[in-house]
């Protein structure tokens, strides 16, 4: 028996059920392989499953969801976190309406071209959707990879290696099946810390397995530390008591998302003279005690909140909120963490 035979015939007793999957052998739809990969883009499978779910009771197919407000999708995109990836498949699926009549293109070439859609997810589509001879290769891919060909160069310098030594195993038929059976092997049995190998259809061919080393693998390249940036946010009411919000450019970081107006985030924070001399109004602007620490991939962040109350409020441009409706907007989570901060010390 081959090793992709005995993956396959593993994932028919074990695979995991999920919502967006078909039965094994059967091609899977391919919004619901689209939709449910990017939602698991840097997120559990238990996040994305009640988001999934209510996707597709809002917008059960993709023409549905391309004639959705933006915001509406961005909205319901909240706790996900990574907002690009909420606007590129609102374009993705806009762009599949009117380019390929609401279908998605089989080829992996073709799906490459569609915004939001990397080489991961093409291949994922290709494969699970469509049953192409491909391989998609995430984190848990390669470290199934790794261990059972003893690959100990470090990641991501491997990356290409563990590609190819996971594609050269694709069976000519069911590779959606037999990239969904890695996918559960990996998240499932040969998980980053005591892997269950005597639970393992690839148990008895496993190279790091026989050598007793598959705790050291996969071996990756030390992380460089994230530097910090620092902000001010600024805290802007007016007589009504409502709260100045405004929409993030569409492009960058949290693009399109709804924000409370802030300096540019930086490194070493500029004297408060010149950041308040930036700031949506000249009121007396009043630094709040303490801080609002977030995590983003590449950086970590820390604002500082300044209050100050505007006596011209038609003069500025932007959204006037109660707090207490916030909720109707999308606003990213470090804005929601600011707002908590702020009314605890308003309230
Ligand atoms: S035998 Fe163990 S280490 Fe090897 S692939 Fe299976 S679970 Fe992973």
Redesign the pocket.
């Given at each position: 028996m081959s090793k992709a035979d005995k993956i396959l015939a593993w994932y028919g007793q074990n695979r995991r059920y999920l919502p967006w999957r078909s039965a094994p052998g059967v091609r899977a739809n391919s919004y619901h392989v689209w939709l449910s990969e990017i939602m698991l883009q840097q997120t559990t499978v238990v996040t994305v499953k009640p988001y999934f779910e209510y996707f597709l009771a809002a917008w059960p197919n993709i023409n549905v969801l391309a004639a959705a407000p933006l915001d509406d999708v961005l909205h319901a995109w909240q706790g996900l976190g990574y907002y690009a990836r909420a606007r590129n498949l609102h374009k993705c699926a806009n762009i599949v309406t009117a380019e390929y009549d609401g279908y998605f293109p089989e080829d992996e070439k073709d799906l490459l071209k569609l915004p939001g859609i990397g080489p991961y997810t093409a291949a994922a589509i290709a494969a699970i959707a469509f049953g192409k001879k491909t391989t998609p290769v995430d984190g848990n891919i390669e470290r199934?990879v790794a261990?059972?060909f003893s690959v100990t160069e470090p990641i991501p310098k491997s990356k290409a290696k563990l590609q190819e030594l996971a594609c050269a195993m694709t069976p000519d038929d069911r590779a959606g099946d037999y990239a969904q059976a890695l996918m559960d092997?990996g998240a499932t049995?040969?998980i980053p810390k005591k892997?269950?190998?005597d639970l393992?259809p690839?148990?008895g061919e496993?190279k790091?397995?026989a050598k007793g080393i598959?705790g050291d693998l996969p071996v990756r390249a030390p992380k460089r530390n994230k530097p910090t940036r620092v902000g001010i946010i600024f805290w802007l009411s007016n007589n009504k008591g409502e709260i100045l919000l405004r929409r993030r450019p569409e492009k960058g970081l949290l693009g399109g998302m709804i924000e409370l107006p802030s300096s540019d985030w930086q490194e070493n924070r500029s004297p408060l003279k010149k950041i308040f001399k930036n700031a949506p109004a000249k009121v007396a602007w009043q630094l709040l005690p303490g801080k609002v620490r977030h995590t983003f991939t590449h950086f970590h962040l820390e604002l500082e909140v300044a209050t100050g109350k505007c006596l011209e409020p038609e003069l500025i441009k932007g959204i006037w909120s109660n707090a207490s409706n916030f909720g109707n907007y999308a606003l990213p989570t470090v804005m929601k963490k600011v707002a908590a901060h702020a009314l605890k010390y308003k309230n």
């Amino acid at each position: 028996m081959s090793k992709a035979d005995k993956i396959l015939a593993w994932y028919g007793q074990n695979r995991r059920y999920l919502p967006w999957r078909s039965a094994p052998g059967v091609r899977a739809n391919s919004y619901h392989v689209w939709l449910s990969e990017i939602m698991l883009q840097q997120t559990t499978v238990v996040t994305v499953k009640p988001y999934f779910e209510y996707f597709l009771a809002a917008w059960p197919n993709i023409n549905v969801l391309a004639a959705a407000p933006l915001d509406d999708v961005l909205h319901a995109w909240q706790g996900l976190g990574y907002y690009a990836r909420a606007r590129n498949l609102h374009k993705c699926a806009n762009i599949v309406t009117a380019e390929y009549d609401g279908y998605f293109p089989e080829d992996e070439k073709d799906l490459l071209k569609l915004p939001g859609i990397g080489p991961y997810t093409a291949a994922a589509i290709a494969a699970i959707a469509f049953g192409k001879k491909t391989t998609p290769v995430d984190g848990n891919i390669e470290r199934v990879v790794a261990r059972l060909f003893s690959v100990t160069e470090p990641i991501p310098k491997s990356k290409a290696k563990l590609q190819e030594l996971a594609c050269a195993m694709t069976p000519d038929d069911r590779a959606g099946d037999y990239a969904q059976a890695l996918m559960d092997i990996g998240a499932t049995i040969c998980i980053p810390k005591k892997p269950m190998c005597d639970l393992c259809p690839l148990s008895g061919e496993c190279k790091a397995e026989a050598k007793g080393i598959v705790g050291d693998l996969p071996v990756r390249a030390p992380k460089r530390n994230k530097p910090t940036r620092v902000g001010i946010i600024f805290w802007l009411s007016n007589n009504k008591g409502e709260i100045l919000l405004r929409r993030r450019p569409e492009k960058g970081l949290l693009g399109g998302m709804i924000e409370l107006p802030s300096s540019d985030w930086q490194e070493n924070r500029s004297p408060l003279k010149k950041i308040f001399k930036n700031a949506p109004a000249k009121v007396a602007w009043q630094l709040l005690p303490g801080k609002v620490r977030h995590t983003f991939t590449h950086f970590h962040l820390e604002l500082e909140v300044a209050t100050g109350k505007c006596l011209e409020p038609e003069l500025i441009k932007g959204i006037w909120s109660n707090a207490s409706n916030f909720g109707n907007y999308a606003l990213p989570t470090v804005m929601k963490k600011v707002a908590a901060h702020a009314l605890k010390y308003k309230n």
